[in-house]
């Protein structure tokens, strides 16, 4: 049976009962006591009472440092979500603690971030969230409902239909070929015709390629895996007519580097184009040229066929010429 004794003006419940942790709560009146204290030992006949103490006296910052401390250093892309908890930990959230961050307080969170980062910044705050209640749940074995689970994410722009033509092409080559930086147009030629990540083509190494049999081995790959994708005829002369480097890769640069030279030639073309667009055009392309989804998924390193979709603008002119076929 609980014990109802009466503290300070106020009302503490005390229940023991074994096989159950000591249950210990203060409130106002008795009538709240008694039906609190009715409640807690028909949950545990029951076998449903779940003991919330030490979610109550672990906040969400302090779940969030454990996170970054112990998990993210195990992840491949952990330092960014280091970065992301650093600068989460500065909201007035992480003050909650874990059982008492309720799905409204998460609403008002999204709404206040949403009014100064956009909807996919907002989303990933969101994730980091959800998955540190999922791992203190299932690895700290902390009781704690995950209240992001309940709300509904903030809606992102879909992906874009700008494609690159081929008189945009033309000028982007022609001005790399003026760059003073020398691989710069073969990177773009090679990005063109494999649909390689940028990441990818910094670490691509001449003893990663076969120029005979017109195949790489990408290693350490954004998602993790290594995989191996076919060169086209015209990457392998570009990759040949390259100067070997000491450390064996085709392009020594660094993002920093790289992106001061390709703004230049965007700016020598009259031109605004992502070097991601490549990969974005490389997919588009393959499909007109009839590549199959898992063709294109395994060259691109895409595990996801949905992502894939975002990558992929088909022309209304390649479209309307597959549907004469249909008449």
Known sequence: MATIRKMRNKWQVLIRRKGTPFITKTLCTYIEATKYAQECETNIAK?????LSEAMQTTLAD????YRD??????KWGHLESGKINK??????????LARITPNKIVKFRNALA???SASTVNKYMSIISVVYNTAKTEWDLNCINPVSKIKRMVEPEGTDER????ETSKLIEAAARSKMYWIKAILIVALETGMRRGELFKLKRDDVNLIKHTAILKDTKNGTTRRIGLSPKAVAELKGLIPTIDGT?????????KFYWNQINKRCGLKKNFHLLRHEWASRMFENGWDVSAVATQGGWKDW???RRYTALSPEYLAEKLKYNN
Do not use: H, M, W
């Open 70 to 75: 112990e998990v993210c250093p195990l992840r």
């Open 250 to 258: 085709f392009f020594p640069t660094n993002k920093d580097q790289f």
């Open 47 to 51: 076998g449903l009472f779940q003991d």
């Open 164 to 167: 690159i033509t081929p008189e």
């Open 115 to 117: 009014l100064t980062s």
């Open 306 to 308: 949905k992502v894939l």
């Open 63 to 66: 779940a969030l440092v454990r």
């Open 88 to 97: 989460l930990l500065r909201n007035k959230i992480t003050g909650y603690s």
